[in-house]
């Protein structure tokens, strides 16, 4: 398996540098040149298997043999040994024929665990072969960052650089990217917000000079691999529903748009997936998009649900390439516009192609705390804001026969304020994390300044050519 970008002026790769490359060297994201696909007998004989052994049996046609089938083995069993649910990913019955995808039993309570644990394990394999080392910078609105770290803390091979905009994610998430204090993290308060943030990472991606200097990485959705590994939930939770006899919707929250993507991935690899529906908070880009074929920037609004305070949704190029049949340069054309005046246009054919598998739906804030309470009261069932956008869209579009899953992508103790203020609970955090709330704080405030950031970074990584 070989992996291409999708502005199309990157290098051809195979799976081990796509990995440790992260962004394409033009700017663009990698994608396997063909799905591997599935069939309905073969997903049928998938019921039954534990979670890292389906994950094996659905990943390895992407690894394109640069991993030993034992070693990939291993790597998937000891990352999935650190979710406290047997299932890893279990799910729920919330309503007739509405389910939630339980994705936050991992170490930080959110879903970016499921790959961000598999991650750290294949980077640190692939560095170890080469006898390389490498430095990690990722962007965060306040899951990534305390996943990445919590994943890639103490690890020989990485330093961890995670940006996240300063004042803008909830305290625990906080806490949870500033009070580890292996030697190797380092959490930097971003003045700005995320999108700044992730165009911080992007530009040093972009600045060749400093990425080779440092053989940077991500760990970003940009990252193939994060959403590889994100796809195999989908699989567990529609086998559990009875596929490929039955099929499923998923409705997901959503931001960077790498979530949802690893569900569009699922159907071609041949899991029968009816709708797949995006749902935004006040950030409502996305939605907006869908309805009117114009991807147009605003100004970010503060919600109860930060980790989806959005507005370049970076996955979405990987969408706008298979949409428009693999046409490398109209995706130039579409980012070209995005960096000139915020905004492009979708062609009607690939607009068409989007609308025939995808829906679209907002909750303002409003609505999310009013789901958190109704659903609390319906079922006894504590939603985190987040997963609330979701549960309210689904809502809206569900209804027919066939199931609706709703990823639930954080456990509400991330977000004790606005459940609280949502429905009079607080939830606790569990006891394991609980003393990050009084453990010391370490960061660095930044400006949203390339050049000083970049300098800080060369200041503090190991992989820096020549040390
Ligand atoms: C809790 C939570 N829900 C939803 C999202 C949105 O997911 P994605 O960015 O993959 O669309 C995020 C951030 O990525 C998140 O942290
Ligand atoms: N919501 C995310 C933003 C970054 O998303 P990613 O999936 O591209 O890493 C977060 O919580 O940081």
């Known amino acids: 398996m070989k992996y291409t970008s999708t502005r199309g002026e990157a290098p051809i790769l195979g799976f081990s540098d796509a990995v440790l490359a992260g962004l394409a060297r033009d700017g663009g994201l990698y994608l396997p040149l063909t799905w591997p696909e599935f069939s309905a007998a ?11 052994d389906l994950a094996v049996r659905l990943l390895t046609p992407f690894l394109g043999g640069e991993i030993a089938p034992a070693t990939f083995k291993r790597l998937a069993h000891e990352a999935y040994a650190t979710f ?12 007739p024929n509405t389910f939630v995808l339980e994705l936050f039993h991992g170490p930080t309570l959110a879903f970016k665990d499921v790959a961000m644990q598999l991650l750290a394990r294949l980077m640190d394999h692939i560095l170890a072969e080469r006898g390389q080392r490498a430095t990690i910078a990722g962007a965060t609105s306040g899951d990534t960052g305390g996943a990445a770290i919590e994943a890639f803390g103490g690890r020989e091979r990485t330093d961890i650089f995670i940006l996240f905009p300063n004042g803008k994610v909830s305290p625990v998430q906080q806490r949870q990217m500033t009070t580890p204090n292996a030697s ?49 939930y989908y699989f567990s939770s529609a086998i559990s529903l009875g596929s490929p006899d039955r099929p499923v919707s998923f409705t997901v929250p959503t931001g960077n748009f ?7 991935a699922a159907k071609r690899m041949g899991l029968p997936v009816e709708r797949l529906v995006i749902a935004t908070n006040d950030n409502d880009i996305l939605a907006r998009t869908l309805e009117s074929g114009e991807y147009r920037m605003k100004d970010v609004i503060e919600t109860t649900s930060p980790s989806m305070d959005i507005q370049i949704s970076s996955n979405f190029e990987r969408l706008l390439f298979e949409a428009a049949g693999r046409d490398a340069a109209s995706v130039r054309r579409s980012m070209d516009g995005l960096k000139q005046s915020g905004a492009f246009t979708i062609e009607p054919p ?29 079922s006894g069932y504590l939603l985190d804001p987040h997963t609330a956008t979701a ?25 004790p304020a606005a459940v609280e203020a949502a429905c009079g609970v607080s939830p606790s955090l569990p006891d394991w994390l609980a003393p990050i709330m009084d453990a010391k704080e370490r960061y660095t405030v930044l400006p949203s300044d390339l050049k000083m950031v970049e300098d800080h970074i060369n200041r503090h990584a190991r992989a820096v050519s020549g040390s």
């Open 42 to 52: 073969e997903i049928r004989a998938m019921r039954g298997l534990s979670y890292p």
């Open 84 to 95: 406290r649910h047997e299932a890893t990913c279990p799910i729920v019955q919330l309503a």
């Open 184 to 232: 190797n993290v380092h959490a930097l308060a971003i003045e700005g917000n995320f999108d700044d943030c992730q165009g911080l990472v992007k530009d040093m991606f972009n600045d060749h000079g400093f990425r080779d200097r440092v053989s940077l990485s991500g760990v970003n959705s940009i990252n193939w691999a994060r959403i590889m590994a994100q796809i195999v």
């Open 258 to 264: 790498g979530d949802i993507f690893a569900g569009y």
């Open 350 to 378: 690939a607009l068409a192609r989007i609308r025939a598998e995808f829906d679209a739906g907002r909750t303002t804030t409003g609505e999310a705390a009013a789901t958190i309470r109704s659903t609390l009261e319906a």
């Open 391 to 415: 549960v309210s869209v689904a809502r809206r579009t569900a209804g027919r026969e066939t199931p609706m899953v709703v990823l639930a992508t954080a456990h509400p103790a991330k977000f």
